[in-house]
């Protein structure tokens, strides 16, 4: 869009009056926002009991597993009715509807991927329990909205109207929190394939980036799509179970804290409840009717994304024209005139290569997803809630398929495991010779699939835990994955779990919020031993040795208030970029240095420099850090984090939609995950831990949960951001089960009747 286009549309939206300039809501109490809540001529079959704590948390009691559907769907809609909205026209590709012609491109994309398709299958064929499961929650979502008298501030400042969900909107809301994080891995690498070296890179980053420890067993367009996929994915997290033995409890405890993007409102809600198929509490996806994290009476499950191989591009360039269909969509679009954009699918998935944001040049290519043709996530979901021990829970997944998870579980008898909740194209394991596989070999096309019940599992280890952080759980005779986290988070969680013979809660805590990063003292001990080598020492600036005196110093934890991260990360910057420069030059370093195991290539890469080039990329290096390092005290003051609303980043009015910037602990792969970018500047983190859990099995009310921000999704309302000083303390607030804990718990009780 040309700046005259845009500017017209600009003045246009201030002459109209435009509603993006309205205010904030006014200060809001609980008792004003509960007073809100429908109680009475409900379609409920008998009374529904709501307790709520001050933190605007609900416990919900019903006589009848369809009333509790509908209550669930009255609670999802009543704290988070502005962000569903929002997320389910994401999820659609209707995002123009909101914010005008600026974002066609990405509704473009949006509708290839189609996270909608196999909606309609998996509806029919979907378990008659599930599919009222669902009908009910989705009624109690329309009968909110239909009858609140105030809506979220989004429907003013999107121009949103009342619209009915439906079974197929949650199903798809699903699916784009199960969106596969390899398409973001393949984004990347599309930029480097036309290097003349690419064969040679292709094997290296899928080497490297396959070589994960095992849990078990022996700014650009381009950009936006990738941040927008990457926020909502369920693509980190760390989780771990310690068996009864290992615990001084007397129980199994299990730790969960998923790992999302950094925004307003958070991505989860918490929840719990009691029917008479149903007793759980946890964090719920807001519009989705299943607890995702958390327990039951007799079990606990949490999960990371397993980073599956879960789909392949191929080239489809040999394909007849016939082979590839053609459909017209209409995307309307907000303050301009609608457009209509052409969607290709052939038989092994839609033509991904035209979606804008990419601007591939090549080739069509098409995206082969297993989320397009496998998969009932809520069936699984409803029945891990009811289940009773390791064989329900691993018979749950049987048609579990996207986003894949490597499932922690716990039980109160003291047992503990893992399974891989997924379902995994049969293809040969071997790395193919690119990622992009050619449509006329048929060595690549996929010959069915496995599901959970046919892939690794484990049961009470001998080692007394389980744990998984996005590695590998366990090789298979079938490709697991390609790209696995680097393996910081697996490793110390590990050292963590082995160093003492019993754990509490307090152990469970301080590894949820440990911030040691032992990629970051590997590169750093890289560094010091070549400064040495080459007697570097002696020829730097004052400032730069005062750097290298804290870089030697440092113990590796990213703590807010030290300076020994801000000297080796000023350091990095630098270090990274020159290495990442050197090996594919300036326009690829972006691409090249946003892989998860990069440190591990970079060690390598500085390993391979001569001594000349490294004396030189050193020197300035550490004097470039010396002329920043006064500019930043502590780690705190350098890394920030900021709680915003994705209006933050719009033009005029983003200010009133940023919550707080503060000092923040961790780094892009300590446990207290807070993800950056390498800079030498203030910055934010975007994504990371922004949610906790802790359970022990031996007591039913001992369960601690925590958002980062709060509850409510409405905007100034008291529970928006009440959170947040617990966070920063590190506090949990607990979720009790038992009925008279929950009496005891609840500060307002509300009776829903028919």
């Known amino acids: 869009m040309t700046a005259p286009r845009i500017a017209a549309l600009a003045l246009t939206a201030l002459l109209m009056g435009c509603s993006v300039l309205r205010p904030l809501p006014d200060k809001t109490t609980l008792e004003e926002r509960l007073a809100a809540f429908p109680t009475e001529g409900l379609p409920l079959k008998a009374a529904v009991t709501v307790d709520w704590n001050d933190n605007h948390i609900p416990f919900i009691t019903a006589q009848h597993d369809d009333d509790l559907a509908f209550a669930l769907g009255l609670v999802h809609a009543h704290l ?35 996270f909608g398709r ?30 609140a008298k105030e809506l979220p501030h989004e429907y003013r400042i999107f121009g949103l109207e009342r619209e009915p969900w439906t079974a197929r909107d949650v199903l798809t809301v699903g699916r784009i929190a199960g969106t596969d994080v390899n398409w973001l891995v393949y984004f990347r690498l599309l930029k480097l394939r036309k290097r003349k070296d690419w064969p040679q890179l292709w094997q290296r980053l899928a080497t490297v980036g396959g070589d994960s420890m095992l849990s078990f067993g022996s700014e650009d367009r ?55 198929g149903f007793h759980a509490v946890g964090m719920m996806i807001p519009g989705v009717p299943f607890v995702a994290v958390g327990r039951n009476a007799d079990i606990a499950w949490g999960g990371t994304n397993m980073r599956a191989a879960s789909s392949d591009l191929y080239d489809v360039s040999a394909l007849p024209p016939s082979a590839i269909r053609s459909r017209t969509e209409e995307i309307k679009v907000r303050w301009w005139a609608d457009s209509t954009v052409q969607v290709r699918e052939t038989s092994l998935g839609p033509v991904i290569s035209d979606a804008p944001p990419l601007e591939w040049k090549g080739g069509p290519l098409a995206l082969r997803w297993v989320g397009h043709e496998r998969g009932d996530e809520i069936t699984a979901m409803v029945k891990v809630m009811k289940a009773r021990n390791f064989e329900d829970f691993r018979r749950a997944f049987a048609n579990f398929a996207v986003s894949a998870q490597n ?24 790395l193919p010779p690119d990622f992009i596989l050619d449509v006329s070999d048929d060595t690549w096309r996929w010959k069915g699939f496995l599901n959970v019940l046919q892939l690794p599992s484990i049961y009470n280890p001998t080692a007394g835990f389980v744990a998984s952080a996005n590695n590998k759980p366990a090789e298979a005779t079938v490709p697991i994955g390609r790209f696995f986290s680097a393996d910081d ?11 003492r013979e019993k754990h509490a809660m307090a152990d ?7 911030v040691y990063m032992a990629s970051s003292v590997a590169v750093r001990d890289a560094i010091l031993r070549r400064v040495e080598t080459l007697g570097l020492a002696e020829t730097l600036s004052p400032q730069g040795a005062a750097v290298l005196t804290l870089m030697r110093d440092w113990d590796g934890h990213y703590r807010a208030a030290d300076r020994g991260p801000v000297a080796f990360e000023l350091v990095y910057r630098h270090f990274s970029q020159f290495l990442a420069e050197r090996k594919v030059g300036e326009d690829h370093a972006e691409a090249y240095g946003g892989f998860s195991r990069i440190k591990r290539m970079l060690i390598e890469d500085f390993a391979a420099l001569d001594d000349g080039a490294a004396a030189g990329m050193l020197r300035a290096a550490f004097d470039a850090a010396g002329e920043r390092l006064g500019d930043f005290p502590a780690w705190g003051d350098m890394h920030r984090l900021s709680l915003a ?26 446990l207290m995950k807070t993800a950056h970018s390498p800079s030498d500047e203030r910055h934010n983190t975007r994504y990371g831990q922004q949610a906790r859990h802790l359970s022990d099995m031996a007591d039913m009310d001992d369960n601690r949960f925590l958002l ?17 000083p617990l966070w920063q303390r590190g506090d949990y607030i607990r979720l009790p089960m038992r009925a008279e804990s929950v009496n005891a718990w609840r500060t307002r009780t509300m009776r829903l009747t028919p």
């Not at 989860?268 to 029917?275: D, K, M, N, T, Y």
């Not at 988070?489 to 082995?498: H, K, P, T």
């Open 489 to 499: 988070r697996i490793v110390r969680i590990g050292q963590m779990l082995s160093a």
């Open 407 to 430: 499932m922690i579980y716990a039980d109160r008898y003291g047992n503990i495991g893992q399974v891989m909740a997924t379902v995994l194209p049969i293809r040969p394991k071997r």
């Open 508 to 514: 469970m805590k301080a590894i949820q919020l440990d």
């Open 708 to 724: 980062l921000g709060g509850q409510d999704g409405w905007f100034n309302s008291s529970t928006a951001l009440d959170q947040v």
């Open 645 to 670: 609303h994705p209006l933050s980043f719009a033009p005029l009015i983003g200010d009133r939609y940023r919550f707080g910037d503060r000092p923040a602990d961790g780094s892009s792969d300590t």
């Open 222 to 276: 381009a950009g936006r799509l990738e941040r927008l996929l990457g926020a909502a994915a369920r693509s980190g997290s760390n989780s771990w179970a310690v068996a009864a033995r290992r615990s001084a409890t007397g129980g199994a405890l299990i730790a969960n804290d998923p790992h999302l993007g950094i925004m307003m409102p958070n991505l989860w809600l918490l929840a719990g409840f009691r029917s008479p």
């Open 80 to 114: 988070r009715l502005g962000q569903m909205e929002v997320l389910r026209r994401v999820a659609a590709g209707r995002i123009s509807e909101m914010a005008g012609p600026l974002t066609v491109d990405i509704d473009h994309a949006l509708r290839i991927l189609n």
């Open 118 to 147: 196999g909606a309609e299958r998996t509806l029919a064929e979907m378990p008659a329990a599930t599919r009222k499961w669902i009908d009910r929650f989705v009624q109690g979502i329309n009968y909110y909205q239909s009858t």
